[in-house]
């Protein structure tokens, strides 16, 4: 199986080199200033379960692209989907599938539009990475899962290719025949966590231990009515685990929406909060911690384009 990776950032950057590192095709679609790093330092991943170091990652350019890829493995930022698609298009053909790992459910419409509904599978990925300033994947958590499937549920030929592709890869990858299910209960949870810590500029213990942990799950109980009224009702084991996590006492997990925050970096609060609130059913109440947590991140965006802007002069 030939595998594309769309970028080598945090996610792309893991997960590829996890399939690097267990001998798999993989092939990376990386920019001019990525490849030229990756061409000086190669692709270093860092993590307890255990580190890996390619010296020479196999790179290519948008122009220099051919439709003879089975798989896209797609993990860029929500808001460079339109550019990331430009740039992978000349790779799909037609038997390549495509496996996003975005966040929201907003890029299955777009990947549709322009490849078919057919090419497009479902996937969540968990897993807090980042690049730290010398271009290494530092893995910051246990957590390294990716889920995939049909949409529709079945066990097709070419799911069951992807799923003994990344068997014995070093990260946890399972094949799930109800994987709409599953991205919408993700994105309840990561709605939930970016809102709150966003808002609180906080960890959620921080936000346990002055007493308004309700406030957590409030927002989660108006994220998930949100996935009901779109035919998605979380289920009871996924709720139960996600309250519990929300509402850790000393927890130091924040949302990596408040790390771009911290950082002055540009955020996905559209595709995380702000789709999420338009698939609202009926009047949002005013007083919604959801509308509020978003017209907090769109007001840090407005500030941050404008003072950018300053910048430029």
Known sequence: MRILVVGAGA????????LLEAGRDVTFLVRVRRAAELARTGLVVESRAGSFHHPAPPLVDAQALKPDFDLVLLSCKAYDLEGAIDAFAPAVGSRTAILPLLNGMRHLDALSERFGAAAVLGGKCFISTVLDPDGRVLHLS???????????????????????????????????????????????????A????????????DIVATGA????LALFDECRAIARDNGFEPRRDFVEGARATLVEKGSTMTASMLRDVESGARTECDQILGDLLRRARGSVDPRSILRLAYAHAKAYEARRERELGAARG
Not at 11 to 18: E, N, S
Not at 213 to 216: E, F, H, R, S
């Open 11 to 18: 996610v792309g950057g893991y997960f590829g080199g996890r």
């Open 142 to 192: 246990d957590a390294h899962g990716l889920t995939f499937g049909e949409r529709d549920g079945t066990r097709s030929p070419r799911v069951l290719a992807i799923e003994a592709a990344f068997a014995n890869a070093r990260f946890e990858s399972g094949l799930s025949t109800t994987i709409l299910q599953d991205m919408w209960e993700k994105w309840s949870f990561i709605a939930t």
């Open 194 to 205: 970016a809102g709150i810590t966003c808002l609180m500029r906080a960890a959620l213990g």
């Open 213 to 216: 942990g309700d406030l957590t």
